[in-house]
């Protein structure tokens, strides 16, 4: 019997699969410190350095700042994920 929740070729999917497959999709971007920051996913290298557009900072779920471009340096990134709803709906 095999493994539980083996779905076809989804099961082969690599991280590094979905990082590329999200480039240019609204993403939120979980710091170390409890910091998001949402925006869009302009791009990353293989260190987590990450690169977005439109990107706005929240603090403890409050918007705090918006910038146009951010950097955020990889050894700071907790998790990235894809955003549920677009930056216009206050994702």
């Known amino acids: 019997m095999s493994g539980g929740g083996e779905k076809g070729s989804a099961a082969t999917k690599t991280p590094g699969d ?3 497959s999200i480039r240019g999709r609204p ?6 410190s409890g910091v998001d920051y949402r925006g869009i996913l ?3 290298d293989g ?3 990450i690169a977005m557009e439109q990107t706005e900072e ?3 779920g ?4 918006k910038y146009g471009d951010a950097f955020i ?8 994920s ?5 930056l216009a709906d206050g994702a």
């Open 82 to 86: 894809t955003s549920k709803r677009t």
């Open 27 to 32: 993403v939120v971007v979980k710091l170390n």
């Open 58 to 60: 929240y603090v403890n």
């Open 47 to 49: 260190y987590m350095n």
């Open 42 to 44: 302009a791009c990353l």
């Open 73 to 80: 340096r990889g050894n700071n990134v907790l998790y990235i």
């Open 18 to 20: 979905f990082l590329k």
């Open 62 to 65: 409050q918007l705090k700042n």
